[in-house]
């Protein structure tokens, strides 16, 4: 019933459509059940009168039904064209729903779901969810009011007979239902297989260069064989089910002609039907029938719709880990200040990354965080814009918590350029302007000039306007380096985090990426990640981190003299060298 209630809630802003769409239904049928009634007055009364009357009546006549099925026509036009856009509104507002939801859900929630899973629903089933939409109320209630109509009008004709008839219909009924019971995980699996494929998709193809230069073609085709393989065998089981679940009701539809065979030549023998009443019987029972054919045709379409729903509407009532406060108010004016106090961190139940970490930032100042990977440097980081929540403790900007700060002001204030760059498909400038959505064309060269990128830029053919691929692959690494860092400026954020952002250049490009980002540090509070220590020599402060929480604090001069977790490290990268 909760499904059912937060699928109804997408039909109130069509509600229009949807009772047009419903009244189109209703005359349809009324319709499809006047014309053997009006067939069967006819017979018994003008088409017994003489030859005159029946060709002076037969104008007005075929008039009044090219009048009554002109109607039905553009009944069906209604039915099919705005039945249909009706779905995709809602198709569209469900997705949009969807899209809106996975923007909200916090890292965690992409740390455990394949991105292939997630696009799976947000297009494949929804597609099955806006035709169930469409057909669905539409499919019963036509279905109902002919088979409700038939019903009644054979109990018109014969009331004995159409009980015989009824008895066998309620076993179709309780077979169906019990089926439809039986089919839904079945479907439900269907959508998951399905989804799995789409996730090995995009493995594969967002790692293609990753493939290639391994050399693992068979490797990925085995793998998307096995995940294909698998939704083949669900595909097998459903078909298996749906081939029982149609033949068996083809035998009770064949059950219910020979019910009229049988019993209506009994009734004729009685002399209590008549042979004229019985072919009128035969067509009311084709009518009663259609509709039973279209539930049960309607059984495969509601399952994936259904199956896509309930997949919909998990997402949807996965809460957020990270959200607003009640009470969280907006950060402004922002100096700088930063303070971990007591800090502890874990990723779900696992062994604490961070544990009881406490460091002060002065505002404007540059500090720089160094040690073994694995020691929490990233995550120490990602917790200041509340990319994951502390376990224990408390992080403040300017002596605010930031639980206590709206998320969107937070990470306005907090510009992060990273090693692993990620630009969006489209131009150069388009990609630059993300730092900022409003920025005139001036912001964005003058952004560019600041990151020493423009006069490479200038250089292209195409200018601001050159296309940098999916994921920026028509460009090297410094030069996309160099883009994110434009992007920075153009944010011009008080706090900056720099996630390793030179570390997997050449020397060269290191070189113009470590002036622009000492540009980019000036006047602002810097947290740098390096591992190439040379990077981080002026620094303000260095911090030395490692699974047991921070070792050691100090400026390079002084942490050299100590002659510890740091001096070990530099040494071993500039041995020889000095």
């Known amino acids: 019933m909760n499904i ?62 090219v009048a009554m099925y002109l109607i039905k026509y553009f009944c069906q036009y209604f039915i099919i064209s705005w039945g249909h856009i009706m779905g995709a509104r809602m198709e569209t507002e469900m997705r949009n729903d969807l899209f809106d939801h996975y923007q909200r859900l916090s890292f965690s929630y992409y740390d455990q779901n394949n991105t292939g899973e997630m696009m799976s629903k947000l297009v494949a089933d929804l597609f099955d969810i806006a035709e169930l939409a469409h057909h669905g109320p539409e499919n019963l209630f036509i279905s109902a009011l002919k088979i409700l109509g038939s019903f009644v009008i054979l109990m018109m004709i014969n009331a004995p007979m159409t009980l015989i008839l009824l008895f066998v219909t309620l076993v179709m009924v309780f077979y169906t239902i019990h089926k439809n019971i039986k089919m839904a995980p079945i479907f439900t699996d269907n959508r998951v297989k399905i989804a799995d494929v789409n996730s090995s998709v995009q493995d594969s193809l967002s790692g293609i260069r990753v493939v290639k230069s391994f050399a693992n073609e068979d490797m990925e085709r085995e793998k998307f064989s ?65 509709p039973i054919d279209v539930l049960i045709n309607f059984t495969e379409q509601f399952q994936k719709g259904y199956a896509g729903f309930k997949r919909f509407v998990e997402v949807l009532d996965t809460e957020p880990q990270i959200v607003d406060k009640a009470h969280a108010k907006p950060l402004s004016k922002v100096l700088g200040e930063i303070e971990y106090k007591n800090v502890s961190f874990r990723y779900n139940d696992d062994y604490n990354v961070l544990n009881d970490v406490n460091l002060t930032i002065e505002a404007g100042k540059t500090i720089a965080l160094v040690g073994p990977s694995g020691g929490g440097k990233t995550t120490f980081c990602s917790l200041l814009p509340r990319f994951y929540d502390i376990t224990a403790g408390s992080i403040t900007i300017d002596g605010k918590d930031i639980r206590n700060i709206t998320l969107k002001s937070l990470r306005n204030a907090i510009g992060i350029v990273q090693q692993d760059v990620y630009l969006f498909e489209g131009s150069i400038k388009k990609n630059i302007a993300y730092g900022k959505a409003d920025a005139t064309d001036a912001e964005i060269i003058e952004a560019a000039q600041n990151a020493n990128i423009h006069d490479f830029i200038m250089s292209l053919d195409e200018g601001y306007d050159t296309y940098v691929g999916e994921r920026g692959v028509r460009l090297s690494g410094g030069q996309k380096q160099r883009l994110s860092i434009a992007r920075v400026f153009l944010k011009n954020p008080p706090i900056l985090i720099l996630d390793e952002a030179t570390s997997a250049l050449d020397n060269e ?70």
């Open 509 to 578: 490009s290191e070189l113009f990426i470590q002036k622009s980002l000492e540009k980019l540090s000036q006047n602002r509070t810097t947290i740098v990640i390096a591992h190439r220590l040379s990077t981080i020599k002026n620094s303000d402060e260095i911090v030395v981190v490692t699974s047991e929480g921070i070792q050691e604090k100090g400026n390079h001069k002084q942490l050299l003299a100590q002659d510890g977790i740091y001096a070990h490290y530099y040494n071993m990268q500039f041995e020889g060298l000095e």
């Open 226 to 290: 096995k995940s294909n393989r698998a939704f083949l065998l669900s595909k097998i089981a459903a078909y298996k089910a749906m081939g029982s679940f149609y033949a068996w009701n083809s035998f009770f539809e064949g059950l219910l002609y020979i019910v009229v065979v049988v019993s209506g030549g009994f009734f004729i023998a009685l002399g209590s039907l008549k042979i004229t009443d019985l072919a009128i019987y035969v067509l009311y029972i084709n009518i009663f029938i259609n």
């Open 4 to 65: 059912l209630k937060k699928f109804i809630k997408y039909y109130q802003p069509q509600q229009f459509l949807f009772y047009t769409d419903l009244l189109c239904a209703v005359i349809v049928s009324m319709i499809d059940l006047a014309f053997p009634l009006i067939l069967n007055d006819l017979a018994k009364t003008l088409f017994t009168k003489d030859k005159s009357s029946i060709l002076h009546a037969l104008g007005f006549i075929g008039l009044a039904l």
